[in-house]
């Protein structure tokens, strides 16, 4: 016999809340607490409780008899843009992993760290693995000398100050002197190469992009026996990145 499916637990007082918010929603002048009653369908003593929860929350606002949207709902909205924006990066790079063959990333660079938003990876195109933190190794990947090349002197200066350059592989770059003139001589357009200074058996490719004021970078990482497609992928990941940041309507 097949089993009934449990009813799922449901909040009375959550469910009208939400109702009372809905019905604010639809006075986009402001209501009273009897008009909101009535659209919410509920009691007018058990309106005036949740409208003064509301209020005393922040979701609310009660100006001149009516209520109307409090500054807390510009919260969940800014929530809810950030998950669009997030979904967005998502769909964005499963794409352009399965055009290029290769895992994909998407870093920024915000108030001062390194920081690596999301990943996408697939059967025979494995992520790096973070075997040592992104944020403080970023003179030896690809997605942290593309950021850091987007900033001026000063900034890059900053983060070496904080972060002193690591050895993580034969490869890797570690004096001051020279990662500082590699970076400012990177081409502001294209492509940062990079061939196991994170770790041996992975390169890595990172275009530079910017999104309103903020750094940005997407990038990709190959096995070393590919190591022969880095330059062609690179160039169409720099050829695609425009066309899909045009369609990504998110704030970082």
């Known amino acids: 016999m097949a089993t009934e499916k449990a009813a799922p637990t449901l909040i009375g007082s959550v469910q009208r809340a939400l109702r009372l918010l809905e019905a604010v929603g639809d006075h986009r002048q402001g209501a009273t607490a009897k008009q909101l ?14 409208l003064r929860t509301l209020a005393h929350e922040g979701y609310l606002r009660r100006v001149d008899g009516v209520y109307v949207f409090g500054e807390a709902v510009g919260t969940l909205s800014r929530y809810r843009e950030l998950r669009e924006g997030r979904d967005a990066i998502t769909t964005a790079l499963d794409r352009l992993r399965e055009e290029l063959g290769a895992a994909t990333y998407f870093a920024t660079y915000r108030d001062g760290e390194l920081e690596v938003v999301d990943v996408s990876e697939g059967p025979g195109m494995p992520a790096v693995e973070q075997w040592a933190d992104f944020r403080v190794t970023g003179n030896a990947h690809a997605i942290g000398q593309c ?106």
């Open 37 to 50: 009653a009535r659209k919410a369908g509920l009691p007018l003593a058990t309106t005036y409780h949740l």
């Open 147 to 252: 950021l850091l090349g987007q900033l001026d002197r000063e900034g890059r200066l900053d983060y070496f100050s904080r972060h002193s350059p690591q050895s993580l592989t034969p490869r890797s770059v570690t004096d001051s002197t020279t990662l500082l003139r590699r970076l400012e001589a990177r081409h502001p357009g294209r492509p940062v190469l990079e061939q196991q200074e994170y770790q041996p058996g992975v390169v890595c490719a990172a275009v530079p992009i910017t999104v309103g004021s903020a750094v940005c970078t997407i990038a990709l990482s190959l096995p070393v026996a590919e190591a022969h497609r880095l330059p062609a992928t690179a160039d169409r990941l720099a050829m695609r990145v425009g066309a899909v940041m045009d369609r990504l309507s998110f704030t970082i």
